[in-house]
């Protein structure tokens, strides 16, 4: 069973500080995409990494998909309290097309 | 353009009553999904309809869980009867394909069984 850890599950910061936040497996996975989810909605999708080593960057958010295609970080600079809610990732199985989400990152930003 | 609409957003229950949920995704998307999201989890699928035939179900619990998509447009999901873990929020997600496009996310149905 293919699983997506995230890491750390909860984080506070204040604003104007830097983070990451991590997933990993043990699986290879095709694709990995990270959503943002604020309460009483659904996740929202910010990016989709396919090739090993691939980072892009949407404004102050930094993506990077590992080189082996099993792990992924997000890198928010400077955070706003905007950026607060729950960060999921979710991978694609390889030579599939079952999504699988990991448990997220719930991130707090104070001002 | 208009986005998934779900419907009701909240319902409350007893146990081993039943209950539906509705789901419109966004116009021309093929593929519909359903999602379990239980509290401080991530979303876990429970099927996945390509047009309106069954792509994934592995993840439904059969034994009381149903789902149709009869004609290719609006998907219902059914509990019956309905246990006390099941009290989660049920994500309605489309997309254009099942290639992995983005999916557009509904603002969920938050179901408690008491």
């Known amino acids: 069973t293919q699983l997506l850890e995230q890491s750390p599950q909860f984080l506070s910061i204040q604003e104007g500080e830097n983070l990451t936040v991590y997933c990993n497996s043990s699986?290879?996975?095709?694709?990995l995409q990270w959503y943002r989810q604020e309460p009483g909605e659904g996740p929202v999708l910010l990016v989709t990494v396919v090739t090993g080593g691939e980072v892009k960057k949407l404004k102050r958010l930094t993506f990077q998909f590992g080189d082996a295609r099993k792990d992924s970080s997000l890198h928010i600079t400077a955070a706003q309290p905007g950026d607060t809610g729950l960060y999921l990732c979710a991978g694609r199985n390889t030579g599939g097309f079952k999504t699988i989400f990991g448990a997220g990152t719930r991130l707090f930003v104070k001002a | 353009e208009a986005g998934v609409a779900q419907s009701p957003r909240y319902k409350i229950i007893e146990k081993r009553q039943s209950v539906a949920f509705w789901c419109n995704p966004i116009s021309g998307h093929a593929t519909l999904y359903w999602y379990q999201q239980i509290l401080g989890q991530g979303p876990k699928l429970l099927i996945q309809?390509?047009?309106?035939?069954?792509?994934?179900d592995s993840q439904l619990p059969k034994d009381r869980f149903s789902a149709e998509r009869l004609k290719g447009v609006d998907s219902t999901l059914k509990i019956q009867p309905a246990k006390l873990e099941d009290s989660a929020v049920y994500l309605c997600?489309?997309?254009?394909?099942?290639?992995?496009?983005?999916?557009?996310f509904g603002p969920g149905t938050r179901l408690t069984v008491l």
């Open positions: 309809f390509q047009n309106n035939g069954v792509v994934d």
């Open positions: 997600a489309s997309s254009l394909g099942d290639l992995f496009n983005e999916q557009f």
């Open positions: 699986s290879v996975f095709s694709s």
